[in-house]
């Protein structure tokens, strides 16, 4: 079946220069969590030079740009992430990152300019009824900005029936989209363990407690965990990032410290191994007389799409690019994102759409592909005049 360009690409192909210049500024310009005053600010003033009402400051810097139309009752969230990374840049582009050790390593430059340029077309043709609350979050990368804007009551005064966001995804074909129904990006949680022994001479170890042979066994026990505990048909990382220990090679230290990330794809699974952790940091900390002091803060959820909104997104994708363009074996992702807060408050689903063959996101080296500019636009207006329809069924 093939798929002829219509009204809306046409007309967004009038915005396209603009979508993309405003883009590569954006890249030049990049802001870190709660920090994108001048990214709010733009964002902003575009929304309300195109008739939206406009509220700014929510969790941060977050803003929403709202517009109703006609008198339908249903109302819709589109929410795009603006922060940057602490990353030094070396694309070598033109547009690179201005800021020296921050860029946009992920594509949320992109992000923005795409829910914008669909935000302009949306307010010149209002060919929809009901209301669209465009979401522009702060500090996804980490600082849990939807959270944040939630618990200053995003949707309370900004009420959705539904939610939806998008990611670019390297090493997927340019302006594919993939959809997953279910758990479809890890939870993450970040734990730091201290092994605290009694220290002394490296040539005395008879007189110590030496926590780095604990570490060293617990290390290897972390690793039963996902291979003994863990349904095998469930998946799971527990990876140790750090060590730190000891500053002399003939001096045992006083204690060791280990960093782990742990991701999982489910809520009792992340309980599972939090309990496992925690009892085997004790209990082999214990078997060499020494103790294990445990910090276990959570991080984002299991990011889980919601079966009925993630068909209903998959179909528009269907309807107006093509069952060709929709990739079949997207598989879910061992990364996290904190639209998962949003999609614990609301129905909806996070989609992805290829970035081609670029580095890969977080790298120094990524860019985001203005190639998908277009057919992303073009996707969040068609969702948002679907899910607005003039004559709802």
Known sequence: MTHHPDKVA???????????ALRRDLHVHPELGYNEHRTSRIVADKLSSWGYEVATGIGGTGVVGTMQNGKGQKRLGIRADMDALPITE??????????????????????????????????DTRDFTGTL????????????????????????????????????????????????????MASVDKVTIRIVGKGGHGARPQETVDPVVASASLIMALQSIVARNIDPLDAAVITVGTIHAGIAPNVIPDSVELELTVR???????????????????????????????????????LVNHPGETEFARQ?????????????????????????????ALPGSYLFIGNGDSAPLHSSRYDFNDEIIAPASRYWVKLAEEYLAKNPS
Not at 322 to 344: H, T
């Open 10 to 20: 046409a007309g967004l192909d009038r915005f396209l220069d603009e979508a993309i």
């Open 316 to 344: 528009v994708a269907v309807t107006h690019f093509g069952e060709e363009r929709v990739e079949n074996n997207f598989r879910p992702i061992s990364a996290s994102e904190d639209f998962a807060f949003m999609l614990e």
């Open 90 to 123: 070396t694309t070598g582009l033109s547009y690179a990152s201005g800021t020296p050790g921050q860029m946009h390593a992920c594509g949320h430059d992109g992000h923005t300019t795409i829910l914008l340029n669909s935000a302009r077309y949306l307010a």
């Open 133 to 184: 609350n465009l979401i522009f979050q702060p500090a996804e990368e980490g600082g849990a900005g939807a959270r944040r804007m939630i618990r200053d009551g995003l949707f309370e005064r900004f009420p959705c029936d539904a939610v939806f966001g998008l990611h670019n995804w390297p090493g997927v074909a340019t302006g594919q989209f993939g959809f997953i129904s279910g758990p479809a």
């Open 264 to 302: 999982s794809f489910r809520a009792n699974v992340r309980e599972k191994i939090k309990q496992r952790i925690t009892n085997l940091a004790k209990a082999q900390a214990q078997s060499y007389g020494a103790t294990a002091e445990i910090d276990y803060p959570r991080g984002y959820p299991v």
